[in-house]
C-alpha cells in the first residue's frame, strides 16, 4: 500500500506558476498509474492530468492543456504537477491519487484507490 503526501501550493498571482509535489512511501511509484485532481469551493472533484505507470503516456482536461506538465522523479519517489501560466479558475485544492489497476491513467476517480491530502491553490486576479 501507498500513502502520498502533496506539497508546494500557494496564493499565487494570475500568470504566475507553481509545481506541486505529490510523494510516496510504503512502495514505488512505479507500480502505478497517477492522477492529479482538483476540487473548488461547491464543485465536484475533477480530473486535471494523468501519468501511466511507465512514465511514457500522459493526458490532460483540456483546461489545463499546454499550461500543466506532469513529471515522475523516480529517485525522489515523486510525481510533479508543473503548473504554469495560472488563472483564477485554476483556485482549489488539489490532489494527487494513484491506481493499481493496470498501467495507465484513468480521467475517472474511482479507479484511484490511493489518495493524498491535498494542497490548496489559491490563484488572484
Known amino acids: 500500500q501507498v500513502q502520498l503526501v502533496e506539497s508546494g501550493g500557494g496564493l499565487v498571482q494570475a500568470g504566475g506558476s507553481l509545481r506541486l509535489s505529490c510523494t510516496a512511501s510504503g512502495r514505488t511509484l512505479d507500480w502505478y498509474g497517477m492522477g492529479w485532481f482538483r476540487q473548488a469551493p461547491g464543485k465536484e472533484r475533477e480530473f486535471v492530468g494523468g501519468?501511466?505507470?511507465?512514465?511514457?503516456?500522459?493526458g490532460y482536461a483540456d483546461s489545463v492543456k499546454g499550461r500543466f506538465t506532469i513529471s515522475r522523479d523516480n529517485a525522489k519517489n515523486t510525481v510533479y504537477l508543473q503548473m504554469n501560466n495560472l488563472k483564477p479558475e485554476d483556485t482549489a485544492v488539489y490532489y494527487c491519487a494513484a491506481s493499481s489497476i493496470g498501467s495507465s491513467w484513468y480521467r475517472a476517480s474511482g479507479l484511484y484507490a490511493y489518495w493524498g491530502q491535498g494542497t490548496q491553490v489559491t490563484v488572484s486576479s
Open positions: 501519468l501511466s505507470r511507465n512514465g511514457e503516456s500522459t
